[in-house]
């Protein structure tokens, strides 16, 4: 079954400091990948995706994933930290001969200031 | 351009009750999706609707039922609520075929 786990529960960082929020996969065949954010009292928003092409992938506010096949990983990363970055990160892989999507259990990330 | 939108934001109901939450698609979609997300879990996929027929459908005991619309607008019902369904009810939608599914802001339900 295709699955993604997140390692950690909660990642603090200071502001300014690069983030990264820790995504590993188990699928078959090529992975497509996902990143989603979800702010207190909110909806999931989406991120970015890998589905081919360059292993670094670059999304919505100022995020970006590097995809490592070798190590089955897809690591959320920001290269400065904001306090509104403060939220809850999901890794997430469509299910098996499916569109819908296997999300993690998620991350929460705290910037502090 | 609206995005998904979901109604009630919150709802509170007793054992064995029943409740329908509702969603409107963004625009241009036709495909809808409901999750349901447990405190301090990811979203659980609960099932799909597609030109007004269930078309995927996750985990869940025949007591969630849902219902797509011609406009592509869906509901989700669920029959003799347990105090375990509270969570918040995520409605997702996309063009059919697609992947990048956008989320509304979610029902909150609390069964009691």
């Known amino acids: 079954a295709q699955s993604v786990a997140q390692p950690e529960d909660q990642v603090n960082v200071a502001e300014g400091n690069p983030l990264t929020v820790k995504c590993t996969y188990s699928v078959s065949g090529n992975p497509y990948l996902f990143w989603y954010v979800q702010y207190p009292n909110r909806g999931l928003q989406f991120l970015l995706k890998?589905?081919?092409?360059?292993?670094l992938v670059k999304g919505s506010y100022g995020f970006e994933a590097e995809f490592n096949k070798s190590q089955t990983s897809f690591h959320l990363k920001k290269p400065s930290a904001l306090v509104s970055d403060s939220a809850l990160y999901f890794c997430a892989v469509p299910r098996a001969g499916s569109y819908q999507l296997t999300f993690g259990k998620g991350t929460k990330l705290s910037v502090i200031p | 351009d609206a995005g998904v939108t979901q109604s009630p934001t919150h709802l509170i109901k007793t054992r064995g009750q029943q409740v329908t939450l509702r969603c409107s698609p963004k625009s241009g979609h036709d495909t809808v999706s409901w999750y349901q997300q447990a405190l301090g879990q990811g979203p659980q996929f609960i099932f799909q609707?597609?030109?007004?027929?269930?078309?995927q459908r996750g985990n869940f005991p025949d007591r969630f039922s849902g219902h797509q619309f011609p406009n592509y607008s869906s509901e989700l019902n669920v029959n003799a609520l347990l105090l375990g369904d509270s969570a918040l009810y995520l409605c997702?939608?996309?063009?059919?075929?697609?992947?990048?599914?956008?989320f509304g802001p979610g029902t909150r339900l609390t069964v009691t």
């Open positions: 997702a939608s996309k063009i059919n075929g697609g992947y990048e599914q956008y």
């Open positions: 890998y589905i081919t092409g360059d292993n």
């Open positions: 609707y597609y030109e007004e027929e269930e078309r």
